[in-house]
């Protein structure tokens, strides 16, 4: 079982940047790829950014064509993911959920991750 816990969202105006922490518990997480995805009211939830499981020499990070270039995402150990908004924009505004899959790869299908977050909500006003 893995538990994950998002913090860090907030209101913010075009052009600033945010970063939002995903705090993971359970026995294994370090065996988990971690992402982020986010969601707009009436909408799909949409793919963002995800990075690799820990135990690899190199951390590998996927990323969602909308956000490349200006979201970064970071693993410092295996319970801390982070995702650092840069240059935001109003159609960043979305609740965001921090995501866990078994799978070894920082997949952006939407199916493998069997673990959700609650979600933290970002604003982004023009």
């Known amino acids: 079982q893995v538990q994950l816990e998002e913090s860090g969202g907030g209101l913010v105006q075009a052009g600033d940047s945010l970063r939002l922490s995903c705090a993971a518990s359970?026995?294994?997480?370090?065996?988990?790829?971690v992402g982020w995805f986010r969601q707009v009211p009436g909408k799909e939830r949409e793919f963002v950014a995800a990075i690799s499981r820990t135990g690899v020499s190199t951390y590998f990070a996927n990323y969602a064509d909308s956000v490349k270039g200006r979201f970064t995402i970071s693993r410092d150990n295996a319970e801390m993911v982070y995702l650092q908004m840069n240059s935001l924009k109003p159609e960043d505004t979305a609740v965001y959920y921090c995501v866990a899959s078994p799978w070894t790869t920082p997949t952006s299908s939407v199916t493998a991750y069997n673990y959700w977050g609650q979600g933290t909500q970002v604003t982004v006003s023009s």
């Open positions: 359970g026995r294994t997480v370090g065996s988990y790829a």
